[in-house]
């Protein structure tokens, strides 16, 4: 039997904090995570609970406010929280490259979307505009852009919300990078145009043998094109399981109450999906012990004192949970 290929991002016990008028934030706390090339990597979670930090993390892109206080990121081997600024700068846009939510806020209003496609190619790989331009029009086919040669020349408000993603995937492929991040990717999209997204960024992420973090909060999407799933609550992974284990028999009650909201298909109507009954933390003023016990129906006395570690319950399936069973 052949060993697993090594992991081409592989992050060790990062924690990540921003200073705040309120105090101290800990948005990260004790993270580790791994994805190889090929793979689709879904990290899932309520709001605030630390995927689109991570994923900031990885790209240097915290600002002022935040700071790494401690671990690792690891990505082909090289260690990028010791490089410095001109040195992720080179990496990020090229080697990784992240796709944001909202490509209207992300996308320059004023600049044609050929300058914009073009423009990384020209930066990292220094051709000229005319290849550059040439380049981007592949592109732009490539996304399935109609007409794409002839768009070049169009600007962002000239395309529908689906059109932009789909050219904020054409910069993020620009360059050809081993990794891409994709940030709540379809989250202003109807649910057809969600589906052709998707289904076009896996399978070009998989023709490049590049990997893919895809952060959601919709576990629909997240069952459908992820091969594996880390569960975040109040910045700490809490399970991380491949997809289909963690949808057939989740094992952390955190992530059990989000796979019972899920209406099925052949529910009652008008019956009442089950929730999870309180808030996330403060993030300020984060409790003792494990973040989701004030929220948890399987709570035990040493769930308030020390927040439980990642374990092994199964093959390539952790928790962090006290609970037997």
Not at 21 to 36: I, K, M, N, P, Y
Not at 182 to 193: C, F, G, I, K, R
Not at 226 to 233: C, E, I, K, T
Not at 268 to 292: K, M, N, V, Y
Request: proline share 7%; charged share 25%; net charge negative.
């Amino acid at each position: 039997m052949s060993l697993p290929a090594p992991a081409l991002l592989d992050i060790s016990d990062l924690s990540v904090s921003f200073r705040t008028d309120r105090g101290t934030v800990r948005a990260v706390q004790g993270v580790s995570l791994e994805v190889r090339a090929g793979e689709t990597l879904a990290i899932v979670g309520e709001s605030g609970s630390g995927k689109s930090v991570t994923a900031l993390s990885i790209l240097g892109l915290l600002g002022d406010a935040g700071s790494v206080d401690g671990g690792r990121i690891l990505f082909d081997g090289e260690d990028l929280l010791a490089l410095d600024d001109d040195a992720i700068r080179d990496i990020r846009g090229d080697r990784i490259a992240m796709i944001f939510q909202e490509p209207m806020s992300s996308l320059n209003p004023v600049l044609t979307v050929g300058k914009q496609v073009a423009e990384p190619i020209r930066l990292h790989r220094r051709v000229p505009w005319r290849e550059a331009y040439a380049r981007a029009a592949e592109l732009l086919e490539r996304v399935r852009i109609p007409d794409a040669a002839h768009r070049l020349g169009d600007y962002p408000h000239h395309f529908s919300g689906g059109m932009r993603q789909r050219v904020m995937i054409a910069m993020a492929l620009a360059c050809r990078p081993r990794l891409i991040i994709a940030d709540e990717p379809t989250t202003a999209l109807d649910v057809t145009v969600q589906a052709q997204i998707l289904a076009l960024l896996k399978e070009l992420t998989r023709e490049a043998d590049s990997a893919l973090i895809l952060i959601t909060h919709d576990l629909g999407v997240v069952a459908r094109y992820a091969d594996r799933v880390a569960v975040m609550y109040a910045g700490r992974i809490v399970e991380t399981a491949p997809a289909r284990t963690l949808y057939g028999a989740p094992a952390h009650p955190y992530t059990e109450g989000l796979m019972a909201s899920i209406p099925g298909v052949d529910g009652a109507i008008g019956a009442r999906l089950p929730t999870i009954e309180g808030q996330p933390p403060d993030l300020a003023r984060l409790p003792p012990g494990c973040p989701f016990a004030p929220r948890c129906q399987h709570v035990l006395d040493v769930c308030g004192t020390v927040p439980p570690p990642l374990e092994q319950v199964g093959e390539r399936h952790l928790r962090a949970c006290y609970r037997d069973g």
